[in-house]
């Protein structure tokens, strides 16, 4: 087997082992906060070090190791694993992300994913323009990220407005020199049945995760083609390949998402810029303490919230932005997040017809609107309204997150309730 296969074998075996998504060594590379070791990723050091054990048998025994066991032996190392007593992973922090000194604007980046994804840009030494709504919020977020000690600078503005955009040029080039990397990461969630919906809702689903990102797009990919070099990521959502029930203005707005994003990769490819799409499931980022909650908002909140903070539902938000920092810096097309999301991909792509049935199904579990539907009421209020001691205690990873990244409140602590 040649050192290629060898390579294809680590990036299609490893990832399944480690519970990781495909990342090469440069990526593994970049200097990231200390964080505890997996089990699998334990688990996986562990074989290494039988195998670390077999190979100086091997030599003591005055044998040759086989070529093919040597290459896999070389990429294991490569990628960041050792056969070592801590059974910890290591990086070779000598080496820098492709991504350090470079100039990158994060949309919806105050709190929740965006604040995370800043983060970890941060840790790899980039020059960060973060945008959001809310001033305040806005703010706090720029004073974490500049403990970090990288530039930061933040410009509050309404991306549906359409003079954004150039603002946020004008700041990337007054500030940064310019603009690297450009993340389409702003969203709102607007949770209830189609009967408690208003066209508006899908017009400001539309206005914030179709037209805002295209936009930006627009403007920013001329100063990319000029610095002859660009990023791109996206951040849609597995609503945008499978539109659940009770998500329809979000799930709307995602697919459109998802479809442009893919048609940038291959329109944008000429000229060196990559674009990324994102697909993930739920994340742990506290991000049901803002969402929008429409027909009996407190039954909503009860499901979306408890779905979102799980942890075989959802994924630990500091692990998705990393994994989506990764993908950028290795321009990949696509990366799907939470296996939950990869399984329902792939069920959809493989038998689409039993899947709607299969949501269909699920619509009947959820709440009716009830007599006088409830529009647009925020999390914070809805789980106020819901006062339920035991949905406090399903979101307490949910509001831990929440905590952790500006976002609402969220659910009251149980104790209080």
């Known amino acids: 087997m040649g050192q290629a296969n060898v390579h294809r074998w680590a990036d299609d075996i490893l990832p399944l082992l480690t519970d990781e998504d495909p990342v090469g060594a440069d990526a593994l590379a970049t200097t990231t906060s200390p964080r505890p070791t997996p089990p699998r990723r334990t688990a996986v050091a562990g074989v290494g070090a039988v195998v670390a054990r077999v190979r100086g048998l091997v030599s003591v025994g005055h044998r040759a190791v086989p070529p093919v066991f040597t290459g896999y032996w070389q990429v294991w190392h490569a990628r960041g ?49 973060i945008c959001a709504r809310d001033g305040e919020a806005l703010e706090r977020a720029a004073e974490d990220l500049r403990t970090y000690g990288v530039p930061v600078h933040a410009l509050a503005c309404d991306l549906t407005a359409a ?104 329109e944008l490819a000429p000229a060196n810029i990559a674009v990324t799409t994102v697909v993930p499931g739920l994340m742990r980022t506290g991000s049901h303490g803002a969402a929008r909650f429409s027909g009996q908002a407190g039954q909503e909140y009860a499901w979306f919230a408890t779905a979102a903070s799980l942890p075989l539902l959802s994924m630990d938000g500091e ?31 493989l038998a689409p017809a039993t899947t709607v049935r299969a949501l269909t199904l699920a619509n009947r579990l959820l709440p009716e609107p009830g007599p006088t539907p409830q529009h647009d009421v925020p999390g914070t209020g809805a789980a106020r309204s819901l006062g339920s001691r035991a949905v406090g205690l399903l979101t307490v990873l949910g509001d831990r997150a929440a905590r952790r990244t500006n976002e609402p409140g969220g659910q009251a602590d149980p104790s209080s309730v």
């Open 163 to 266: 003079d954004t955009p150039e603002r946020l040029m004008v700041a990337a080039a007054e500030h940064m020199g310019g603009i690297d990397l450009l993340v389409n990461n702003a969203g709102v969630i607007q949770v209830g049945p189609l009967d408690a919906m208003a066209e508006d809702d899908f017009r400001s689903a539309m206005e914030t995760m179709f037209f805002a990102p295209l936009r930006l797009v627009l403007a920013a990919v001329p100063l990319m083609r000029g610095r002859g070099d660009g990023r791109i990521v996206d951040v849609t959502s597995i609503g945008g390949r499978i539109a659940a029930p009770h998500l329809l203005p979000y799930a709307a707005a995602k697919f459109a998402a998802t479809g442009l994003s893919e048609g940038l990769r291959a």
């Open 81 to 129: 694993f050792r056969g070592d007593t801590q059974g910890m992973p290591t990086t070779e922090k000598n080496h820098t992300s492709p991504l350090r000194g470079q100039s990158a604007l994060v949309t919806g980046a105050s709190r929740g994913l965006g604040l995370m994804i800043a983060r970890e840009l941060a840790q790899r030494g980039c020059r960060l323009l």
């Open 319 to 349: 692990r998705a932005a990393r994994a989506i920092v990764r993908a950028a810096e290795r321009k990949r097309p696509e990366i799907v997040l939470t296996p939950a999301a990869k399984a329902a991909v792939w069920a959809h792509g």
